[in-house]
């Protein structure tokens, strides 16, 4: 499921909660229709996530350039293979998912730094992640995005984001602009994290889940892998961490107040 093949299916919604009451970017419109949002506009945008049926169900929710004005002009699942088809394609926003392989959403940023400073066509990237963790958020947005929303947003609503990103407006699902407020009121920079620097950006989202409760077949679902690969997951995290068991491992995260 982590390849950049073209979408081969539709899916009918944007992530797994879609269409769900309230969770639309903040001050997007609520228009029934995509193309309410934008009538006669167009903007190119490149899909970055590394799972396949996602990006296959934001191009059918959003892709439909005749009704929503947004044509995606390429996709990637990695690092490496994003570069390569925003510097191809040179699209106005692009949707970027904060965890991937190859360093993460923040890779990404760094090496697309010069198309984001380009004067007269610059790239704009809009972070779309299941995350909604402060430190991921955070990131992002001191790499370049313009905003970020979380996977539970609507087709409507992203379509909006898209388009108000592409005008240069900073967007952000509820709430999560908070810690961006809070991080930038401060003149210090955050504290490093020395044991949370050790773990793998997949292992960081398997701790905040494991944090929060779920259970391993919950996480191997909602994170699109095996309930074996949570289980290495956990437990590399558990010997990075010096952590004996689940219950350390959740006091661990709260006490960062990653949960």
């Given at each position: ?6 979408p ?16 639309g970017?903040?001050?997007a ?6 193309a ?17 049926m996602?990006?296959t ?5 959003i892709g ?6 947004v044509?995606?002009v ?16 040179r ?11 190859g ?8 090496r ?22 402060a ?5 992002v ?23 108000r ?7 952000f699902?509820?709430?999560l ?26 292992e960081?989202e ?11 077949k ?8 095996s309930v074996?690969t ?23 995260a ?5 949960v």
């Open positions: 499921m982590s390849d950049a093949n073209e081969t299916g539709a899916a009918g919604a944007v992530g797994p909660n879609a269409g769900a009451a309230g969770a970017a903040a001050g419109g609520s228009a029934a229709d995509p309410a949002s934008a009538p006669g506009r167009r903007v190119r945008v490149v899909l970055v996530d590394d799972h396949r996602f990006r169900g934001v191009q059918a929710e439909q350039t005749e009704r929503t004005g044509e995606v390429g996709e990637a699942a990695d690092v490496d293979q994003a570069v390569t088809v925003i510097t191809a394609t699209p106005e926003v692009v949707l970027l998912d904060v965890h991937l392989p360093g993460g959403g923040v890779e990404v940023l760094r697309c730094s010069p198309l984001m400073a380009d004067p007269e066509q610059p790239v704009r990237f809009l972070a779309l992640s299941v995350s909604d963790a430190e991921d958020v955070i990131g947005i001191r790499g370049g995005a313009r905003g970020y929303v979380t996977k539970t947003i609507t087709g409507t609503d992203l379509v909006d984001s898209v388009f990103v592409q005008d240069g407006d900073a967007v699902s509820p709430r602009a908070g810690f961006v407020l809070d991080a930038f009121a401060s003149t210090d920079a955050p504290p490093v994290d020395e044991d949370l620097d050790r773990l793998t950006q997949r960081r398997v701790l905040r889940l494991i944090a929060r409760g779920y259970a391993y919950e996480i191997a679902k909602q994170l699109f892998i074996k949570v289980e290495s997951h956990v437990s590399a995290v558990l010997r990075k961490l010096q952590l004996s068991n689940r219950h350390e491992l959740t006091r661990w709260t006490a960062r107040r990653l």
